[in-house]
């Protein structure tokens, strides 16, 4: 009896705290479903009166948030895919071939991972200036094309690759180039998957970056124009919230989908690292 | 001497790694040293179109950053979140792993996805979002706190509350990780160690004391470590939710920093302030690397 007890106070617990954690975004929802003005009434009202999609039907015709939507998907895809595959070649070189040089590179590289992102960006803004790649969707994706985690993570499930499966493959004549593509790319697929969902979502989520580098509003991201919209919309809830929701949305989706990759890319990440 | 097949290897080697390295190269390394090389300089908006114009003044930005009280302010609240957020939000991603990982709980991976899911979601919608839940009148927070007789608390807009307001919602987004990197290391544990101390008669305290937290060292420095440097770029909270005030109350290292570079493009004088944010946070992991040394035994 004392154990039942136990366990249904646990559960309570464990309850209540989801409930807490769900709370904001329910309520996110929940007021972006309202009427204009319904939200700010007192007391705060948890559901709807009366749904409406008005706030979501504005957001998309006269705040033109399609093209927002456009960008950041262009981006956040754009960038995962040349992520994925620039990451996976390192990731499986410096785990697989043997060339000079790799440990102290590789060093170098873990050394980096202590150094904060924003240090370099005043610089890098100068540079893409010089570059002409300010207000270009390319500018805004550079920051998730290598990051140095995702080549630390590959590399380490990469190592689990037999050599004498590279090794009869080179005997037989095949090039490096092929032996990467058909032995290689199959077989690091589920790590690959891992580094992808997380590129997609700090490209998706990423606000100080895209913030310096795009001045021009038809570039914007949709974290970006959020925060614009914000600034001229304030008394607005119910429209900011609609908003907010449909920025939310996709990375909420893909985690509701592919959530065994965030939680096998973290777990794995930390305890063997 | 390399043989050919050693040969061949090498080069597809140094190829592979080739386009990660250039892009690191180009957009991390050669940045990162520019920053410091910045930071003795008098880069404004006229060096933009004319980097000629451009002088070395020496430490003149660090001498007026030491003199300039706003960025006392904004490193002191970046210290109160770091040392504020920072071990609260470490104590809830471990009681929360905890609570998952218990024997007797059904459906974990449910609770595990519910609560890891603030961690996916878009800082600046949540941030929004939160914006208004910590809203004086038509807030979620104070209709709560007025059913148990608490007045209502402007959360935002009290310098005494806007940073507190503010790890909480940072608490909320981020904890989901670390219970993960929790779990992972919890799951590590054998669980014969838990047996053997119930055997003799350790209590629920005392194993978590003998046997949990010594067990889980490792992942206590990684998520100290992790969290601290996270910790100390904070930006977008502030940005978002009270623009720094009141009162400069939120004002951040980065977020004075972003202001002095981009909107008053002091871009040498801002690279200062970016090169005292490296050096706190090497300074940071130091010491939490020096703290677990000696914890070991």
Same mark, same amino acid.
């Given at each position: 009896m004392?154990i039942r007890g136990?366990?249904i106070a ?7 705290a989801?409930?807490?954690?769900a709370?904001?975004l329910?309520w996110?929802?929940?007021a ?5 003005g ?9 559901l ?7 706030h ?20 956040s ?5 040349l992520?994925?595959l620039?990451?996976?070649m390192a990731?499986?070189s410096?785990?697989?071939l043997r060339f000079?040089?790799r440990?102290?590179?590789f060093?170098?590289?873990?050394a ?8 370099a960006?005043?610089?890098m803004?100068i540079?893409l ?5 300010i207000?270009?969707?390319f ?9 140095i985690y995702?080549?630390?993570l590959?590399?380490q499930?990469a190592?689990?690759?037999?050599d004498?499966?590279?090794d009869?493959?080179r ?9 990467f593509?058909?032995?290689v790319?199959p077989t690091?697929a589920?790590?690959?998957a891992t580094?992808?969902?997380?590129s997609?979502?700090?490209?998706w989520n ?22 614009n919209?914000?600034g001229e919309?304030?008394?607005?809830v ?15 989706l893909?985690?509701?989908?592919l ?8 777990m794995?990440g930390?305890?063997?690292? | ?13 140094w ?8 892009l ?9 040293? /520019?920053?410091? =090389? %910045? +930071?003795?300089?008098?880069f404004?908006i !006229?060096?933009?179109?004319d &980097?000629?114009?451009?002088r ?13 009280p706003?960025?006392?302010?904004s ?10 957020g920072?071990?609260l939000s ?6 929360a792993?905890i ?15 519910a609560?890891?899911a603030p961690?996916?979601?878009t800082?600046v919608?949540?941030a ?9 009148q038509?807030?979620l927070?104070?209709?709560?706190l ?8 402007d959360?935002l807009g ?6 507190? /307001?503010?790890? =909480? %919602? +940072?608490i909320?987004?981020n904890?989901g !990780?670390?219970?993960?990197? &929790?779990l ?7 669980a ?6 119930a ?9 978590f004391?003998?046997?949990?937290v010594p067990?889980l060292g ?8 992790v969290?601290?440097?996270?910790s ?12 720094g005030g ?5 004002t951040?290292l ?7 570079g981009?909107r ?5 004088y801002?690279?200062a302030i ?5 050096l706190l946070?090497?300074?940071?992991t ?12």
């Open positions: 004392k136990r366990s646990l559960h309570a617990m464990l309850v209540v989801a409930f807490l954690a709370a904001p329910l996110m929802v929940s972006s479903l309202m009427r204009s319904e939200a700010t009434t007192s007391p705060p009202p948890l709807p009166h009366h749904v409406t999609f008005e979501y039907r504005a957001l998309f015709t006269t705040l033109s948030l399609g093209r927002y939507v456009l960008n950041s998907v262009v981006i895809l754009g960038g995962t895919l992520a994925v620039i990451i996976g990731g499986y410096f785990a697989k000079r040089g440990e102290p590179v060093r170098g590289l873990l980096g991972m202590v150094v904060p992102a924003q240090v960006m005043l610089p803004f540079l200036r010089e570059m002409g790649l207000n270009t969707l500018g805004a994706m550079i920051p998730v094309l290598a990051p995702g080549i630390f590959v590399r499930f190592q689990s690759i037999p004498a499966l590279l009869a493959a005997l037989d004549g095949a090039s490096e180039l092929r032996i593509r058909s032995i790319l690091l589920p790590v690959l580094v992808g969902v997380f997609f979502l700090s490209a990423d606000f100080m970056w895209p913030l310096i580098v795009l001045s021009d509003d038809a570039h914007y991201t949709l974290p970006v124009a959020l925060a919209l914000a919309h304030v008394q607005d119910e429209l900011m919230m609609g908003g907010a929701a449909v920025t939310v949305l996709p990375v909420f893909a985690f509701l989908f959530q065994r990759y965030y939680i096998q890319g973290i794995a930390s305890v063997k690292g | 001497m390399m043989t050919e097949e050693e040969r061949a290897e090498s080069r597809a080697g190829g592979f790694v080739t386009p990660a390295l250039v690191i190269g180009i957009f991390f390394v050669i940045p990162v040293l /520019a920053a410091f =090389v %910045l +930071s003795f300089t008098d404004d !006229y060096s933009i179109g &980097f000629g114009s451009t070395f003044v020496g430490l003149k930005n660090y001498h007026d950053l030491f003199t300039t706003l960025f006392w302010t490193l002191k609240n970046t210290l109160y979140f770091v040392v504020l920072g071990p470490v104590a809830v991603s471990l009681g792993a609570l998952v990982n218990a024997r007797m709980v059904r459906f974990k991976p449910f609770f595990r996805s609560f890891f961690w996916v979601t800082l919608a949540v929004l979002v939160w914006r208004y839940i910590y809203h004086p038509y807030g927070i104070n209709s709560a007025s059913h148990v007789g608490i007045g209502p608390i959360w009290d310098p005494h509350w806007a940073m507190p /307001a503010i790890v =909480v %919602l +940072s909320w987004k904890f !990780y670390n219970m993960l990197v &929790f992972a290391g919890l799951q590590s544990i054998p014969e160690l838990y047996e053997a101390a055997l003799d008669g350790a209590g629920g305290w005392q194993r004391r003998q046997i949990t067990m490792p992942t206590f420095v990684f998520v100290g470590v969290t601290m440097i996270a100390f770029q904070i930006f977008s909270e502030p940005y978002i939710m009270t623009q009141p009162l400069k109350s939120t951040t980065v977020l004075f920093m972003y202001e002095q981009f008053w493009w002091r871009l040498g801002s690279a970016a090169v005292i944010l490296f946070t090497l300074m940071g130091a010491v939490q690397f020096r703290l677990q040394r000696r914890s070991d035994p």
